[in-house]
């Protein structure tokens, strides 16, 4: 029996952002459709095509109307929940984190950062909720907040690459089996598609073990 093959509706200027999911490359269409080639000079048309949650519940007539008339926008501009915002300041995670954290995870996070500025691995911000820091000219690791949980919840994503280095550390404090357990493996079917790896999930080697399946350098 034949599958009927559903047709994806294009976007338009009633669609609401959030209502349905969409690719960056479906809203980067429409984009330059409505307002031509030069659409990513709008800093709110970046926000909205980087998924920022603050548009979430807007139509993308609403957007569009931001280019012209930026009065919402001009709010906005000033929330470093945006991509624009946090990318253009540098942000940090003590002027992030509070906004989304509360109590006794809000409060590690930020003890977190602390320790790591102190001695001398300062996290800096990469990309829209995610900072990175380095130790000895390599990166140590990611920290990053996870919007698709609730409660929402922060993530901290050690380099495999550089974490040997740390052996004895980790195995001092018994971590080992914290880390094994919990490494992202790669989607079977992806062929190395997710991290650009033609040969598909690798096997490494991680403080002593053999890890498969393995696609990206963090866990």
Known sequence: MDKKIEKKEPLTEETIIGSRKTTSAERRKFFRETLGEDYEKHAVVMDVIKESYPYKGKTLKEIIDECYHPSWYEKMDENVT????????????????????????????????????ANKMPLKWEAWNTWKAHSKNKVLCW?????????????????????????DIVINEK?????????????????????????????????????????????
């Not at 509070?98 to 950062?113: Q, T």
């Open 82 to 117: 945006s991509f624009h915002v946090q990318k253009e300041t540098k942000a940090k995670i003590k002027d992030v984190f509070p906004l989304y954290l509360d109590g006794d995870m809000l409060n590690a996070v930020l003890d977190f950062d602390a320790y790591m500025q």
């Open 143 to 167: 920290v990053n907040l996870n919007l698709s949980v609730w409660p929402i919840a922060w993530v901290v994503s050690p380099c495999l690459t550089n974490i040997d280095g740390y052996e």
């Open 175 to 219: 971590l080992e089996y914290f880390v094994w357990d919990n490494f992202k493996r790669c989607d079977p079917n992806c062929n190395g598609r997710c991290r650009g790896n033609l040969t598909g999930g690798n096997t490494v080697t991680i403080l002593g073990e053999e890890i498969s399946g393995i696609c990206g350098e963090v866990f």
